[in-house]
């Protein structure tokens, strides 16, 4: 686990008056599992957003394969391709059924072969647990198959890292279960993951190390022993003490 | 009313019994003592209209006698004869000999006088006095003009529209163009001259009168093809007033529906382009392959409405002598020197024709899953 896959350097971003992210600097290496917590608010989904970015940050550097990110030249596309993304309201094309969904980028963008795209697929919708529902109409589905088809759909381009923007938000309680369980899969796949998540559990069960974000800057991160357990900074501590007054009612 | 509250209305209900019912015996009575027609089975000094006479007559002689109790036990009206069932179920079904009557007077002086009137107008020699007569007669005797009047507006309208919403889908290419700071100079230059030509397109097309424009297409037109040395009826064949005027209604058409497109674009969710460009996509692609077939599909509600107006709309073209439905009738009212009256049939006509269309694209629309509104205002 040495090799660094992503690299963020000194990230600001704005929104007009609003300082969101104020000089985030983060690695993430090959494998790594990373959740990143914190209160709402705090620049954890700007910060992924601006990773492959949908956001464009105001400055720094987010290098990637060797290329800068931020560079105005990079072919960002190219470089897009590598980086998966599961968004918090799942963004599946409303007008694709599930198998499309998952072959329409690996067609149009790699030109795969659409029988070979078809087949990755379905070995994709397999692992998630849809192979019955590979021609399902994607606005049919519940939330939790949405999720499951989004997290297919990312893998079907083979990406290097995967990016989950609180994937579980939007989901019932219930329904939360399935999703945390393919993602679980995935890092024990050895998938490099960068979560943003309020699952607490997920967080100290599956990540190789935990952020934590508040107010745009990183105040501390470390194994999930570490910051579940023995959390240094005062504002941590109060962020995860409040967390689990708020489980526990 | 809701189906079931109507169901009870009929078979039940006997709140406004007396008077609605008298007001429908009052209308019987006025058509059954009203001038007869040579196809009248219903005369005053006949049996059948006789019958209904009294029917009529009787039904508001027992209504009268209903008001009288009313006015006389007030408060206690619950209580007399008039509410026991026997007598409430019998002025029931004297309310249904009543409707059944004036049903029958209506066919008779309505429909039947139609019939004939038509048949009489069909063999005169001159347009006769009577309003609606001739009304009739003109339309009978105009009526080879009136339809290719009719065939010229739906030509108009269905090409028009359909033309114009393949430059539409151009147009909105063109108007959604945004420089991006990772285009080159030469990009972003190429993407706000297109974007901002598509602006001033929609802005002079949406801010001037039809009529302006298919006069100035027409002259525009005919000018250029006068340099090329032609004859005027060479002109004429080429640029006909119909092939002017249908650029016309597509060329204003592309217009409205570019805006249109541009709404149905904005409307699909940021989250579909987001997850598209996130896995690589151009942008050109998340449009072609997600976005659009969206966006599309939520304007062909709004693009059967540009066709109803497309419908009214082209009788403006009629300015340049294009033989349109409105054009038809000015000319069948110069034939028999009368105007109110064809005027009122070219009315009558393109609301049957705005009323089908839109009972067509309701159809359509359900077919689809989409909800269609009622009849659009004008442009």
């Known amino acids: 686990m040495d090799e660094v896959v992503l690299k963020i350097e000194n990230l600001e971003k704005s929104f007009g008056e609003l300082h969101v992210l104020k000089g985030i600097d983060l690695e993430i290496r090959k494998g790594e599992v990373v959740c990143i917590i914190g209160a709402s608010g705090s620049g954890k989904s700007t910060l992924l957003r601006c990773i492959n970015l949908l956001e464009e940050a105001d400055s720094g550097s987010i290098w990637f394969e060797g290329q800068d990110l931020m560079d105005l030249h990079v072919n960002l596309n190219a470089l897009r391709q590598k980086i998966g993304m599961v968004f918090q309201s799942f963004n599946l094309f409303n007008n694709k059924n599930v198998l499309d969904n998952c072959t329409l980028a690996p067609v149009t963008v790699k030109k795969v072969p659409r029988a070979k795209a078809e087949e990755t697929a379905i070995r994709h919708l397999k692992t998630v647990g849809l192979e019955d529902f590979i ?13 499951r088809v989004a997290i297919a759909r990312a893998l079907c381009m083979e990406p290097e890292i995967m990016l989950f923007d609180e994937p579980t938000s939007a989901l019932d309680p219930e329904i939360v279960g399935e999703v945390l369980d393919v993602m679980k899969e995935l890092a024990a796949e050895g998938m490099t993951m960068v979560v943003v998540t309020h699952e607490m559990a997920f967080a100290r069960e599956v990540s190789d190390r935990v952020v934590f974000m508040d107010q745009g800057v990183i105040l501390e991160q470390g194994s999930p022993q570490e910051i579940f357990g023995n959390p240094k900074n005062a504002r941590t501590r109060e962020f995860l003490t409040r967390y689990l007054e708020d489980k526990q009612e | 009313m809701n ?20 007001l429908i015996a009052l209308l019987g009575l006025s058509l059954v003592y009203s001038q007869p027609h040579p196809y009248s089975f219903l005369r005053s000094d006949g049996a059948l209209g006789i019958l209904c006479a009294v029917i009529f007559w009787s039904f508001l002689a027992f209504s009268g006698l209903a008001l009288m109790i009313k006015f006389a036990y007030w408060s206690s009206y619950s209580d007399t004869v008039m509410r026991h069932p026997s007598v409430v179920r019998a002025s029931r079904w004297a309310s249904y000999f009543v409707v059944v009557a004036c049903i029958l007077a209506l066919i008779d002086r309505g429909l039947l006088r139609f019939v004939y009137t038509v048949q009489l107008c ?9 309003f609606g007569s001739s009304m009739i007669y003109m339309t009978l005797k105009g009526k080879d003009i009136i339809l290719t009047g009719i065939w010229t507006t739906v030509r108009l309208a269905l090409l028009g529209t359909a033309i114009a919403f393949i430059l539409a889908i151009f147009m909105v290419f063109l108007r959604i163009q945004e420089p991006d700071k990772r285009d080159n100079d030469f990009v972003k230059a190429v993407k706000w001259l297109a974007s901002h030509f598509a602006r001033l397109y929609v802005f002079v097309i949406r801010g001037t009168p039809m009529m302006v424009q298919a006069l100035i297409f027409y002259y525009f037109g005919f000018n250029l093809f006068k340099k090329t040395n032609m004859t005027v009826t060479e002109i004429n064949n080429v640029w006909s007033f119909f092939i002017s005027g249908l650029c016309t209604v597509a060329l204003n058409s592309t217009a409205y529906l570019t805006e249109v497109l541009r709404g149905g674009i904005l409307a699909v969710d940021r989250g579909q382009t987001e997850a598209s460009r996130s896995l690589g996509m151009t942008n050109w692609q998340s449009m072609i392959r997600v976005v659009f077939p969206q966006a599309v599909k939520n304007s062909i509600p709004a693009i059967g409405n540009e066709f109803i107006i497309n419908i009214k709309d082209s009788s403006v073209l009629s300015v340049i002598g294009v033989m349109d439905l409105m054009y038809a009738t000015k000319s069948v009212s110069g034939i028999y020197f009368r105007s109110l009256e064809i005027y009122c049939v070219a009315a009558i006509l393109y609301l049957i024709l705005t009323w089908l269309s839109s009972l067509l694209l309701k159809y359509l629309g359900k077919r689809l899953d989409m909800p269609v509104k009622g009849l659009p205002s004008s442009n």
Do not use: H, V, W
Not at chain 2, 122 to 130: L, T, V, W
């Open chain 1, 135 to 147: 021609y399902a109409d994607s606005t049919r589905l519940s939330g939790g198959q949405k999720q």
């Open chain 2, 3 to 22: 189906q079931q509250s109507k169901a009870t209305f009929i078979t039940r209900d006997y709140r406004y019994l007396y008077l609605g019912c008298s």
């Open chain 2, 122 to 130: 069909s063999q005169m020699e001159k347009n006769p006095q009577g």
